[in-house]
């Protein structure tokens, strides 16, 4: 089985941070876990985007980019359901 390495990008990492802790440990958990699958059942597709996907934790919302080719997932947005798609 192939495994991704994941990255975070700037904004994303900033975004975790303000986050309390038990809500940066879960969402963490959520990210690390897309090493094994990137697309793990739950995830969902973003319409009108290439490759960017989306997985729920509670009312947070992680937004990814998958690169199959370099084995890369990378977090490019996370934050709460009502806030992140704007």
């Given at each position: 089985?192939?495994?991704?390495?994941v990255?975070?990008?700037?904004?994303?990492?900033?975004?975790?941070m303000?986050?309390?802790?038990?809500?940066?440990?879960a969402?963490s958990?959520?990210?690390?876990?897309?090493?094994?699958?990137?697309?793990?059942?739950?995830?969902?597709k973003?319409?009108?985007?290439?490759?960017?996907?989306r997985?729920r934790?509670?009312?947070?919302?992680?937004?990814y980019?998958?690169?199959?080719?370099?084995?890369?997932?990378?977090?490019?947005?996370?934050?709460?359901?009502?806030?992140i798609?704007d």
């Amino acid at each position: 089985m192939k495994t991704y390495r994941v990255q975070i990008s700037p904004t994303a990492w900033r975004q975790l941070m303000k986050l309390d802790e038990k809500t940066q440990d879960a969402i963490s958990d959520k990210i690390y876990a897309l090493e094994q699958n990137p697309r793990p059942s739950g995830c969902k597709k973003l319409q009108g985007e290439e490759r960017l996907y989306r997985v729920r934790i509670g009312n947070f919302r992680v937004v990814y980019d998958v690169f199959d080719d370099v084995l890369v997932v990378l977090v490019m947005a996370l934050g709460d359901r009502k806030a992140i798609y704007d």
